[in-house]
């Protein structure tokens, strides 16, 4: 398996260098069509993977005697923070990812780290849907290279281990991977465990062997990614709702005309209709099948009792952050909204 990743990726990596330098058997063999490159680190099951063949339909359907658009799922081109970079620079033109590997590049995406940042679902889901208000945040990454079309709902991210984690307290002295982001490493030290940033492929050997206890993220990572073979306990805490990003290479989409742009615009947001839909019915299996199937355990907990571990983590953060000041306030103004409907 891993012999194929690498023979795979070796032959997208001579493509993409074809491309680059304008090879004219690259362009025989797709028509002289422009060819799209967009990486993932999901399953070709994953709603993610879903809402992107969605985006792929309009862009060629629109967009086809141009375009044509390449899906490399399951890290094939690598990890998150790499495949940011060959966006950047332009060997491939999108990339989906957390917005925890796009704090290294911008300072304000800080903001979706912060544990215990928005009170519900229904508050989540507005702040991100509003377009108009997202979109300086979006394009504040223009200098580095690429921008933000949209976003995907990644549900809530939990706890899950080998061990039970029913108290705050059952996570000290365990070995938990986090995504690669300050904020989360201080969150996991906050409950008193040892965070372990990696990349997310690397998750399930690492628990496998014993090289961590556990890690955090929503259900679908017990299924499709096998995670609940080799951990059996998920702990309903809800610390963190990090939603993924579309990016796209800058330069590519300002070579855009007015009209396309439009298209790849239509076909983000499309991407993410399909998405959010896609995944309430992949919890719900995710759930059924890591019961089920993997003998999985969910543990419902007291999640006051780890807000309040985390308090400090958050001043701390506006505190060092003013980047994140004015968003956090825009999102407690929705929670409000919403607390006062309860």
């Known amino acids: 398996m891993k012999l194929w990743r690498r023979l795979f990726a070796g032959v997208a990596a001579m493509a993409m260098t074809c491309s680059l330098a304008g090879c004219a058997a690259f362009d025989s063999v797709t028509g002289g069509k422009r060819i799209i490159r967009i990486a993932h680190a999901q399953s070709e099951e994953h709603p993610e993977h879903i809402g992107m063949l969605a985006f792929k339909e309009i862009i060629e359907e629109r967009l086809g005697d141009k375009y044509e658009v390449e899906i490399f799922p399951n890290e094939l081109l690598g990890s998150a923070q790499k495949a940011i970079e060959l966006t950047q620079t332009g060997a491939i033109d999108f990339v989906v990812a957390g917005t925890a590997n796009v704090e290294t590049f911008a300072k304000s995406y800080e903001i979706f780290s912060m544990p215990y940042l928005f009170t519900s679902t229904d508050a989540y889901h507005e702040v991100m849907n509003d377009i108009d208000y997202m979109q300086a945040l979006y394009n504040s990454t223009d200098k580095s290279g690429f921008r933000v079309l949209t976003w995907f709902d990644a549900g809530t991210r939990s706890f899950y281990s080998t061990k039970p984690i029913r108290t705050p307290d059952d996570l000290k002295g365990q070995k938990i991977r986090v995504q690669q982001s300050p904020a989360s490493v201080n969150m996991v030290k906050a409950f008193g465990a040892a965070a372990s940033p990696m990349s997310f ?93 993997q003998g999985v355990e969910f543990i419902e907990v007291d999640i006051q009792a780890f807000k309040d571990k985390v308090s400090d983590v958050q001043k701390e953060m506006l505190e060092n952050n003013p980047d994140i000041v004015e968003m956090y306030e825009h999102i407690q103004e929705v929670n409000r909204k919403y607390e006062e409907k309860e």
């Open 201 to 293: 492929g690397e998750v399930y050997t690492a628990i496998q062997q014993g090289v961590i206890n556990g890690a955090e993220n929503n259900e679908l990572a017990l299924t499709n990614n096998k995670h609940g073979e080799v951990a059996k306990y998920y702990s309903y805490n809800q610390h963190q709702m990090v939603p993924d990003v579309l990016i796209g290479n800058t330069k590519f989409l300002e070579s855009l005309s007015d009209e396309e742009y439009a298209v790849f615009m239509e076909a983000a947001q499309k991407a993410t209709e399909v998405e959010m839909a896609e995944w309430v019915k992949a919890v719900e299996k995710a759930k059924q099948i890591a019961k089920d199937e």
